[in-house]
């Protein structure tokens, strides 16, 4: 089936530097989302996009947390400074459709914030 | 606020046997409601959904019937194997102009034994 891709599969780096983490969404999508799991708990809403924009975001999508797909290449989730609360598996989702249509997930990407 | 409530695994079981997970969930608004099931090293994937009240999904032998009076869509399989090891996750769909976003139970290890 169609899959999304998601690069790094794990990444680690010191308090208070950037990441960015990269979405290969299926290609013909047009709604992307995040989500942050954090070990041992539920996998939360960070953010919904939709035709360049932010749609909706969670109370988890502080600040230093930005969103974007230049030009329909990767769907990026940049964190700016990262903090320890930062560590956890960042799920990306894409989608064909809004409303309740499947939503297809990446692997994930297992973000260390030492 | 928008909630779901799952059994806690793990849940060990011997192959042929039967499964419940229970799923409760607890929202003002009309969600669709989901099973997803994530196999290691994956993101979780569509097991299948059911978008109205009193209606049933099934996929690959495993059933939920949306339950609105009590507010609950549990997961059952009548007789296991060995290949459904995985994590199940209940998840309520919500919808609205700002867009849509998955709200996900804590997810529910099975590990099937031969």
């Known amino acids: 089936g169609p899959k999304v891709l998601q690069i790094p599969s794990h990444q680690i780096i010191d308090m208070g530097q950037m990441v960015t983490l990269n979405c290969d969404p299926v290609?013909?999508?047009?709604?992307f989302y995040w989500y942050k799991q954090i070990l041992g708990q539920q996998m939360e809403f960070l953010v919904n996009?939709?035709?360049?924009?932010?749609?909706?975001k969670s109370k988890l999508f502080k600040d230093q947390f930005s969103v974007e797909r230049p030009d329909g290449s990767y769907f990026t989730l940049k964190i700016q400074p990262t903090a320890l609360e930062d560590s956890a598996v960042y799920f990306c989702?894409?989608?064909?459709?809004?409303?309740?249509?499947?939503?297809?997930f990446g692997p994930g990407t297992r973000l260390t914030v030492l | 606020g928008d909630s779901v409530t799952q059994t806690e695994g793990p849940v060990t079981l011997s192959e042929g046997t039967s499964l419940t997970v229970n799923c409760s969930y607890e929202?003002?608004?009309?969600?669709?409601l989901f099973w997803y099931v994530q196999y290691p090293g994956e993101g979780p994937q569509l097991l299948f959904k059911?978008?109205?009240?009193?209606e049933k999904g099934s996929n690959r032998g495993f059933e939920a019937t949306y339950n609105k009076e009590a507010t609950s869509f549990h997961l059952q399989k009548a007789s296991v194997q060995e290949s459904d090891s995985a994590v199940y996750y209940c998840?309520?769909?919500?919808?609205?102009?700002?867009?849509?976003?998955?709200?996900f139970g804590i997810g529910t290890l099975l590990s099937v034994k031969p």
């Open positions: 996009f939709y035709n360049g924009k932010v749609m909706e």
């Open positions: 989702a894409s989608s064909p459709t809004g409303g309740d249509a499947e939503q297809f």
């Open positions: 290609s013909n999508h047009l709604y």
């Open positions: 998840a309520l769909g919500i919808y609205g102009s700002s867009g849509n976003k998955l709200i």
């Open positions: 059911v978008p109205k009240a009193n």
């Open positions: 929202t003002k608004q009309y969600p669709t």
